[in-house]
């Protein structure tokens, strides 16, 4: 309340001020009206006047108070000379409207610069402009004027810096007594209604260096006398009705940047001389009617970015000197009558992002050169002639969003490696002779929303993954079985036929034999699914225990309705701040991706920053998954544990499906060991600190929580480290709670090479599944890799193992010093843990709850050198606690 009156306060205060003040300058104005009206010349009465009469200075302002008086010189967008005299009326996008002929031109004889682009006004141009005798820049652009450009612009000889007459209604021939205007420097008429030829006369504009006339009517050929503007560094001739050939002597304009003349009836072959032309950067020349070759000399052409010769009737091949043109982004070459193979040497032209070589007779097969095109986002070559399997081109190519070859001969198998098509949204390869099968992981390409595979002879099984592409085409393969379920929601029946040994869904196929495969279906649906939901992890500071009860948490709209909610953080996370901070889910802030989905990392304003997990379109739309996504989300919003990572809050609505949590510097486990400098940086007592962490928050998980939640893929992988090596159990994608309701049996989950033995034939989840891979990380990090073989039971390999008769410093990381004789005492107990977890039977490993239990009691094994303890001793579970075995189990 205090704040309020007081800002009230100090606003009267200040209109005090200004009131005063201002009756100050009003008496200023007054003695200057007054002195003004004794000393005007009568020029600037009438100025004003002729002004006023315009109706475009409101006569509500000091327009009015002075008008009658004096001169306009303080008015808006006008300047005066020394003796009082108007020389700049700039009225730039005022909604002015009216008529130019309002305006009394003669009362202007020291005008210099008139701009009254974007303001509406329509008429004629008035004739009496050619009174502007000292106009050097002139801007009427934007406007809705008609009828013809007065011939009495040729009298302002002294205009210099700009003519704009573009965007409005003009028509009629362009007067050839513009080139007068010899000074002109810039001169656009485009986008108005202009007939007839350009006139010979523009040979004259020696200074132009922009010169538009583009989207007119405009006829007859190209004058060759175009050659003298030496100066033009712009011409744009495009969209007219321009024939005849390109003449040669453009070759002369060495300045040139950008040429278009595109879209005219241009006939001829493209000069040599264009080659000259090594200042540009952009050439179109293409909606004409070129003939004959491209010419070789086009190489010399290095700074061309855009160069654009499609839909003309071009022959002859590629010339292989295109790969010169090393700063070209976009080559389109498309709708013309190309022969011959795409040169090799296209694979130089690494800034390419546009490709479109399509409707051509293009032969030969596909060069693997292509593959080097790193920034390529669309690359067409459909519709020629091309033979031979499709290159395997993808490595590099991780910006593509569209790519057609259909309509060739292309032949060999779609070769595929999912992790590089992130970006593609479309791919069409129908119409070729394309075998083999459609590769399963086509269907996890996140951003495809387009598939046609169809008029090809694929074989083999529709992949369950791809019922959820927006469009998709099979038809006419030889594609084989049961056709996914919920095929028929998502797709017509036309897109699969010519498939004659497909069952099943529509009425075209014959019904399938009943069969088992159901199963198999599941498991490839269930991968991607809870693979995701593992990033539901929580904050917590005390081992506190946790019941789950349903519904106690918030949800919230924010503003665009999205259903979001935080907790237990700064509370100023906004949906749009991680929009913001994002830049809506740029890649540029993805740290990783996954079949699942994508991590992105966000600096929020408050300069926190978090993690973003971000499902893909098309897992997000799985109704199966988005319950599990959201049960998922309300149990596990109540654990809480210092080694779990943290879950800040979620977004799950049409649209939004993301989880925030705690963003974890180093990353995972498994990265850090495997690379030289940080395993080097993660010391012995920091590995003894992560072991016994993660220990502490799977005993929480196991004992303290009810129910109990497995989480049935520890590994390091799944381990992440804060700034200080910290480690922090994450990725719950495959947590199951142990509900004495609902059953414990479930399908394969995990990583390999830390799954427990007999999870493979019970598929039964205990708790002891994760001791077991606990056992296995535990070895990991103190062997600094995957234990391996050290894991195979010891019957099997009593005799053959390297192991056999090693002692336990043998096997720790060899890239960190040797234990001291503390920390030794650490790891022996550690070491003995592990073993213990790995027995190969579930009911003799030890619980979470004793290993957490051990590691937190003071008691230490007896200090003895580990260059003493046999490992046999250890697999053989011999103890080297104080007493025997361990004190807490
Ligand atoms: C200014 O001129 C207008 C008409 O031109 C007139 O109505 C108005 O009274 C004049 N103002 C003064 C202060 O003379
Ligand atoms: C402009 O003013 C001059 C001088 O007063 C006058 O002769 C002429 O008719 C006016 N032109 C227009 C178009 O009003
Ligand atoms: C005149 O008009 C153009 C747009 O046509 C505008 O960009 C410019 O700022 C205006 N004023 C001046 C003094 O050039
Ligand atoms: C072209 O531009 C240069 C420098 O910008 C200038 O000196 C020259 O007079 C202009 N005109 C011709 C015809 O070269
Ligand atoms: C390209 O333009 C620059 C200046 O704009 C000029 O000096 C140079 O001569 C031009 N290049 C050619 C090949 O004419
Ligand atoms: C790809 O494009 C980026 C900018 O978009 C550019 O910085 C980079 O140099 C390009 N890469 C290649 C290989 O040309
Ligand atoms: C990717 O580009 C590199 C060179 O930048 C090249 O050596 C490699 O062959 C390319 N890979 C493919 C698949 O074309
Ligand atoms: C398709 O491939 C199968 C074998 O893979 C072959 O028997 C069949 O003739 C092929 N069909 C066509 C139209 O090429
Ligand atoms: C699942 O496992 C938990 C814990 O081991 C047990 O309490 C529960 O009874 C089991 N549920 C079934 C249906 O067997």
Known sequence: MATISLSISIQIVAWAIWILLCGKCLDNALHQLVVAASGSSTLQLKQAKALQE?????????????????????????????????????????????????????????????????????????????????????????????????????????????????????????????????????????????????????????????????????????????????????????????????????????????????????????????????????????????????PSTLGHLTNLEFLNLS???????????????????????????LVGPIPSTIGYLTNLQFLYLHQNQINGSIPPEIGMLKNLTSLYLDSNMLVGPIPFIWDNLTDLQYLDLSVNSLTGSIPYREVNLYWVKYVNLSHNSIIGEIPVALGSVARLSSLDLSYNNLTGHIPPSLIYIKRIDLSHNSLKGQIPDGFNRHHKSHTLTGNWHLCGQFKIFPPCPKSKKSIVTKIEIFAPITSFLGFLVIRGIILSRCVFKKNQFELRESKNGNIFSIWNYDGHIAYEYIIEATEDFDIRYCIGTGGYGSVYKAELPSGNVVALKKLHQREAENPVFYRSFINEVRVLTDIRHRNIVKLHGFCVHKGCRFLIYEYMERGSLFWVLRNVDEAMELDWSKRVNIIKGTAHALSYMHHECIPAIVHRDISSNNILLNSEFRGFISDFGTAKLLDPDSSNQTLV???????????????????KCDVYSFGVVVLEVLMGR?????????????????????????????????????????????????????????????????????????KKPNVIPLTTVPLLQLRKQVAYMEGSGFAYC
Not at 754 to 762: D, L, N, S
Request: proline share 6%.
């Open 749 to 767: 989950a995990g990583t390999y090479g830390y799954i427990a033995p007999e999870f493979a034939y019970t598929m039964i989840v205990t708790e």
């Open 786 to 858: 995957h234990p391996g073989e050290l894991l195979s039971p010891l019957s099997s390999s009593s005799s053959s193992s390297s192991f056999q008769n090693m002692m336990l410093n043998e096997i720790l990381d060899r890239r960190l010093p040797p234990p001291n004789r503390l920390i030794g005492q650490d790891i022996l107990l550690i070491a003995t843990i592990a073993f213990a977890c790995l027995h190969t039977q579930p009911k003799s490993r030890p619980t979470m709850k004793c290993v957490s239990q051990e590691f937190l009691s003071r």
């Open 54 to 294: 315009t109706g475009w200075w409101p006569s509500t302002t000091h327009a009015q108070a002075s008008s009658n008086y004096s001169s306009a010189c303080h008015w808006d967008g006008i300047t005066c000379n020394a003796g009082g005299s108007i020389t700049t009326i700039d009225r730039f996008d005022q909604h002015l409207g009216g008529q130019l002929i309002k305006l009394n031109f003669s009362f202007f004889p020291n005008l210099v610069s008139l701009n009254l682009s974007w303001n509406s006004i329509t008429g004629r141009i008035p004739l009496e402009i050619g009174m502007l005798k000292n106009l050097v820049y002139l801007r009427l652009s934007s406007n809705m004027l008609v009828g013809p450009i007065p011939s009495t612009l040729g009298n302002l000889t002294n205009l210099k810096y700009f003519l704009s007459l573009s965007s409005n209604m003009l028509g009629g021939p362009i007067p050839s007594t513009l080139g007068h205007l010899t000074n002109l420097e810039y001169l656009s008429l485009y986008s108005n209604i202009l007939v007839g030829p350009i006139p010979a006369t523009l040979g004259h504009f020696t200074n132009l260096k922009y010169l538009d006339i583009g989207l007119n009517k405009i006829d007859g050929s190209i004058p060759s006398e175009i050659g003298m503007l030496k100066n033009l560094t712009t011409l744009f001739l495009d969209s007219n009705m321009l024939v005849g050939p390109i003449p040669s002597t453009l070759g002369h304009l060495t300045n040139l940047r950008s040429l278009y003349l595109r879209q005219n009836q241009i006939n001829g072959f493209i000069p040599s001389e264009i080659g000259i032309l090594e200042n540009l950067t952009s050439l179109y020349l293409d909606s004409n009617m070129l003939i004959g070759p491209i």
């Open 311 to 337: 839909q003309n009737k071009i022959n002859g091949s590629i010339p292989s000197e295109i790969g010169m043109l090393k700063n070209l982004t976009n080559l389109y070459l498309y709708s013309n009558k």
